[in-house]
């Protein structure tokens, strides 16, 4: 899956289930490329999410609804996401 897809359906994922005002996600990918463990399909973003009802509950409990949320996702094409909740 390229990642314009991919950005697509996180988008559409997270707005189904959580009310938002704005998603950006950010494709950093790049900065990992000469890890050991890089694997080309699998990619690094950073989503940034404003949402008052993210705001209302703790940052660890909004990450975990993200993740729930994006299972599928995360087994088959994210290697790993940074979370700024605003």
Do not use: G, P, T, W
Not at 55 to 74: D, T, V
């Amino acid at each position: 899956m390229n990642i314009i897809e991919l950005i697509k359906i996180i988008k559409k994922k997270i707005r189904s289930e959580i009310d938002v005002q704005d998603i950006v996600i950010i494709d950093k990918s790049y900065l990992h490329k000469k890890h050991k463990n890089y694997q080309k399909n699998r990619y690094h973003l950073k989503i940034e999410v404003k949402s008052k009802a993210l705001k209302k509950i703790s940052r660890l409990e909004s990450s975990k609804k993200i993740y729930k949320i994006l299972n599928k996702e995360m087994k088959d094409f994210i290697h790993s996401i940074q979370i700024s909740i605003s």
